[in-house]
């Protein structure tokens, strides 16, 4: 994998330039699925930065975009290349959006564990912060009472369960990837609000 191009301040930089009005809530997406996605591949044995990188950026055009979804991540492949990002991250970034009316990727579909991990951690960090504001903060969350959630279609109804399920195609379990969320979400908990 090509070197990042810039350090984890100047994401947060380039994230605040393309999301200048953003909510609280998007930046707790953005900050939950690094965090999960760093976790993931120190469980994999990737790369912790390039990973954690690809799911703190992987909504930088959110901001631009969000009055009309389907021209979410039509914006990120220009602005992360001018970041000096190349085609490989561009790509891996760009590929949650697979299944979506979006950049075009509506039939179009998800290819490596790189990929696999990324829809799989952004998707699940709505499921886990979801549960947290209901049991009013995240300290003492079981992988069980999270599991009873994703099987609630009703809860969190928007929170695709089988985006979440790729986490198997990198190669573990469905429970196991809970465990490693919920721990990776604990972790920044202050900065999320789910203290």
């Excluded at 990188?53 to 914006?75: N, P, Q, R, S």
């Excluded at 220009?78 to 979006?102: M, P, T, Y």
């Excluded at 991990?117 to 960090?125: D, F, G, K, P, V």
């Amino acid at each position: 994998m090509m070197p990042l191009p810039v350090n984890r301040e100047q994401a947060i930089e380039l994230l605040k330039k393309y999301n200048p009005e953003s909510e609280k809530a998007d930046w707790n997406h953005f900050l939950e699925s690094e965090a999960i996605m760093r976790a993931f591949a120190r469980k994999l044995g990737e790369d912790e930065e390039y990973w954690g990188m690809l799911a703190l950026l992987h909504d930088v055009d959110w901001g631009i975009t969000k009055t009309d979804t389907t021209l979410h991540l039509t914006k990120a492949p220009e602005i992360l290349r001018e970041a000096g990002f190349d085609e490989k991250f561009v790509n891996d970034l760009v590929s949650h959006g697979c299944g979506f009316e979006c950049a075009g990727l509506k039939n179009k579909k998800r290819e490596g564990k790189i990929q696999f991990a990324l829809a799989a951690s952004e998707t699940l960090s709505g499921l886990i912060h979801a549960y947290a504001l209901m049991r009013k903060g995240i300290e003492g969350m079981e992988v069980s009472g999270l599991k009873k959630k994703f099987k609630d279609k009703t809860f969190a109804a928007k929170v695709d369960r089988e985006i979440i399920k790729e986490c198997e195609l990198c190669g573990i379990t469905l429970d196991e990837f809970l465990g490693l969320a919920i721990e990776a979400v604990k972790g920044i908990r202050e900065r999320v609000g789910l203290e």
